[in-house]
């Protein structure tokens, strides 16, 4: 696999520990992490070559970070990175362009 692969998986796992430990410390709610995480979501595809230049596993390699987190955002305290990798993948939506 991939070095970068790998960092990915890394900070994705750390960003998430770190969400539910910021709504276990009361800081912010799962409803509050998942508005920004669907900001930021609206904010990458809003890109303009995001839908010009991107093909579209480029756009879901953009976009998986974020679904990533908001998974993860969803789940107790699991956090294996392939079983959220991969309700990823199977609640993918296809992308208006593709429809």
Excluded at 13 to 19: D, Q
Excluded at 87 to 96: H, I, L, R, S, T
Aim: hydrophobic share 40%.
């Amino acid at each position: 696999m991939d070095t970068g692969n790998l960092q990915i998986q890394g900070i994705c796992l750390a960003i998430a520990s770190l969400n539910k430990l910021l709504i276990a410390k009361g800081v912010l709610s799962d409803g509050e992490i998942d508005t920004a995480l669907q900001a930021a979501e609206a904010a990458a595809s809003g890109d303009e070559r995001f839908f010009e230049s991107l093909t579209p596993p480029q756009r879901d390699a953009v976009t998986f970070p974020i679904r990533f987190l908001q998974e993860a955002n969803q789940r107790g305290d699991d956090l294996s990175f392939s079983a959220i990798a991969k309700a990823v993948g199977e609640n993918k939506k296809p992308y208006n362009d593709q429809i």
